[in-house]
């Protein structure tokens, strides 16, 4: 079964500072692993996603992520956050459903202040 | 540019009532979802379809029904509204595949009184 873990449900950095916001899965298949990012008010947008081609993946507006299987981790990092950063990060797996293949298992989420 | 788009951002009705919530996406994918998103409880899916007329519970399936007759709309109806189904709804679509992202809505945030 797949599940993801989140740890922190809110974390404040300072503008400037590195970001880091955790994520650790379980996947009983090969992983496919998904940061999302929602601001308020809105749906959520794909960040970054790892479908097994480079273990360090890239995103929009400067975040990247690295997969790691021996830790089973898949943490979210900035190097220097920025007051638009601030929203709510969501990791998530793929998970085979029923019917269909395209389902994912969500974490519970992090709430990421960026202070001034 | 995907876009998912759901008929209401902001809806309150009267407990009993039946409610309608739909979503249309414009990308021609096979799967769609419903998730229900509470503060402290994360995303949780209630239905899902992975083809026109199939539909497939999720992991709060309870007061709640979906209908899908056309590919790019997928409704989600409420029965019977009571206050505990005030949330934020989410859809969401995607291609029928692991590694495809799927795209969200912009919600749909209910209130039953």
């Known amino acids: 079964a797949q599940s993801v873990t989140q740890l922190g449900s809110h974390v404040s950095v300072s503008e400037g500072a590195l970001v880091l916001l955790r994520c650790n899965y379980s996947?009983?298949?090969?992983?496919?692993l998904f940061w999302y990012v929602q601001y308020p008010n809105q749906g959520l947008q794909l960040l970054l996603k790892y479908t097994s081609a480079a273990t360090l993946v890239k995103g929009i507006n400067g975040f990247e992520a690295e997969f790691k299987k021996s830790e089973t981790s898949f943490h979210l990092t900035k190097p220097s956050a920025h007051m638009s950063d601030a929203a709510e990060y969501f990791c998530a797996v793929s998970a085979p459903y029923g019917g269909s293949q395209g389902n994912l298992i969500f974490g519970k989420g992090t709430k990421l202040s960026v202070k001034p | 540019d995907v876009k998912v788009t759901q008929s209401s951002r902001y809806l309150v009705k009267r407990t009993g009532e039946k409610v309608f919530l739909e979503c249309v996406q414009d990308m021609d994918h096979e799967n769609m979802f419903w998730y229900r998103q509470d503060p402290g409880l994360g995303l949780r899916l209630i239905y899902f379809s992975y083809d026109v007329k199939m539909k497939e519970k999720g992991d709060i399936p309870e007061g709640y029904s979906v209908s899908r007759e056309k590919k790019e709309r997928f409704s989600l109806i409420l029965e019977s509204a009571s206050t505990n189904q005030t949330s934020m709804y989410l859809c969401a679509s995607s291609w029928e595949s692991r590694r495809e992202t799927q795209y969200f809505g912009p919600g749909t945030r209910l209130l039953v009184l």
């Open positions: 996947s009983s298949v090969p992983p496919y």
